[in-house]
C-alpha cells in the first residue's frame, strides 16, 4: 500500500517538473504535509492560485488524506482575482494563464479539477463571503504588498480555527541570504506572531506557517 510519504514525494517530484511555479521543492514538501495531515475544524483554503500549479500539489493532499487517514474527501476553495498581471519584479507574464479559461485548463488537464471550489475575487472582495466559513488551513500567497497583505491576515483572523494553521509564502528574509526585492509579508507575519493568539511554527524557505492556538 503508498504510504504518505510516498505520495508526499511523488507529488513533491511531479509539480517540480511543472513550471512555472514560485514554490522551491521543500515549500511544496511543507504545503503537502499540512494540507494533508494537519487536524483542526474546518476546511482548506487557497488564497492566490495564479498558475494553478500549487492547486495540484494541494489537492494531492487532500486525496491522500481522504484515502489513506480515511476522512472524508474536501475540496480546495481556491481564491484568484484572475486579472492580468503585466510585469511582476520586471519579469514579463504569460497572460495565457493570467485568466479563469486557463487556469480551468490546467486543473482539468491535470485531474484535479473536480476537487477545486474556484473563487474569482480578491480576498477584500470575497471577505464577506469567505469569513462566514471556517477552516483548519490557509495558504496565504496573493497579493505580497499592502494593504492586500493586513487583508489576507485579517481573514485569517476572523475565520482560521483554533489550532489551525496558515502558511504564508513569499516572506523574504534577508538575514536568511534572500537578495530578491522585499514584500511586505515578512513583516506582517511577524507582527502577527507577536500576538499571544498566534505562534510560528516552522520556516521552510520563504514560507512561514503560523499556528492559531487553540483556546
Same mark, same amino acid.
Given at each position: 500500500?503508498?504510504?504518505?510519504?510516498?505520495?508526499?514525494?511523488?507529488?513533491?517530484?511531479?509539480?517540480?517538473?511543472?513550471?512555472?511555479?514560485?514554490?522551491?521543492?521543500?515549500?511544496? =514538501?511543507?504545503?503537502?504535509?499540512?494540507?494533508?495531515?494537519?487536524?483542526?475544524?474546518?476546511?482548506?483554503?487557497?488564497?492566490?492560485?495564479?498558475?494553478?500549479?500549487?492547486?495540484?500539489?494541494?489537492?494531492?493532499? !487532500?486525496?491522500?488524506?481522504?484515502?489513506? !487517514?480515511?476522512?472524508?474527501?474536501?475540496? !480546495?476553495?481556491?481564491? =484568484?482575482?484572475?486579472?492580468?498581471?503585466? $510585469?511582476?519584479?520586471?519579469?514579463?507574464?504569460?497572460?495565457?494563464?493570467?485568466?479563469?479559461?486557463?487556469?480551468?485548463?490546467? /486543473?482539468?488537464?491535470?485531474?484535479?479539477?473536480?476537487?477545486?471550489?474556484?473563487?474569482?475575487?480578491?480576498?477584500?472582495?470575497?471577505?464577506?463571503?469567505?469569513?462566514? #466559513?471556517?477552516?483548519?488551513?490557509?495558504?496565504?500567497?496573493?497579493?505580497?504588498?499592502?494593504? *492586500?497583505? =493586513?487583508?489576507?491576515?485579517?481573514?485569517?483572523?476572523?475565520?482560521? *480555527?483554533? &489550532? &489551525?494553521?496558515?502558511?504564508?509564502?513569499?516572506?523574504?528574509?534577508?538575514?536568511? &541570504?534572500?537578495? #530578491?526585492?522585499?514584500?511586505?509579508? /515578512?513583516?506582517?507575519?511577524?507582527?502577527?506572531?507577536? $500576538?499571544? $493568539?498566534?505562534? /510560528?511554527?516552522?520556516?521552510? =524557505?520563504? /514560507?512561514?506557517?503560523?499556528?492559531?492556538?487553540?483556546?
Amino acid at each position: 500500500m503508498t504510504t504518505m510519504e510516498e505520495m508526499r514525494k511523488k507529488t513533491v517530484c511531479q509539480a517540480a517538473a511543472e513550471p512555472p511555479h514560485w514554490e522551491t521543492d521543500a515549500e511544496f =514538501d511543507c504545503l503537502f504535509r499540512y494540507f494533508a495531515e494537519w487536524e483542526a475544524p474546518g476546511l482548506p483554503l487557497e488564497i492566490g492560485a495564479y498558475y494553478g500549479w500549487g492547486d495540484v500539489v494541494l489537492v494531492a493532499a !487532500l486525496r491522500a488524506r481522504h484515502e489513506l !487517514l480515511q476522512v472524508p474527501a474536501e475540496k !480546495l476553495i481556491a481564491l =484568484d482575482p484572475c486579472e492580468r498581471l503585466g $510585469e511582476i519584479e520586471g519579469m514579463k507574464l504569460d497572460h495565457h494563464y493570467t485568466n479563469f479559461a486557463n487556469w480551468h485548463e490546467v /486543473l482539468v488537464r491535470r485531474g484535479v479539477w473536480d476537487w477545486v471550489l474556484p473563487v474569482v475575487a480578491t480576498t477584500e472582495h470575497a471577505f464577506e463571503f469567505l469569513a462566514q #466559513l471556517r477552516y483548519r488551513v490557509i495558504f496565504v500567497d496573493g497579493d505580497h504588498m499592502q494593504p *492586500s497583505v =493586513d487583508i489576507d491576515i485579517n481573514l485569517c483572523r476572523a475565520a482560521l *480555527s483554533p &489550532g &489551525g494553521v496558515a502558511l504564508f509564502h513569499d516572506c523574504r528574509d534577508p538575514a536568511r &541570504g534572500c537578495t #530578491l526585492p522585499a514584500y511586505d509579508v /515578512l513583516p506582517a507575519v511577524e507582527k502577527l506572531v507577536e $500576538e499571544d $493568539e498566534w505562534e /510560528l511554527l516552522e520556516t521552510v =524557505d520563504t /514560507l512561514r506557517v503560523v499556528r492559531r492556538n487553540p483556546i
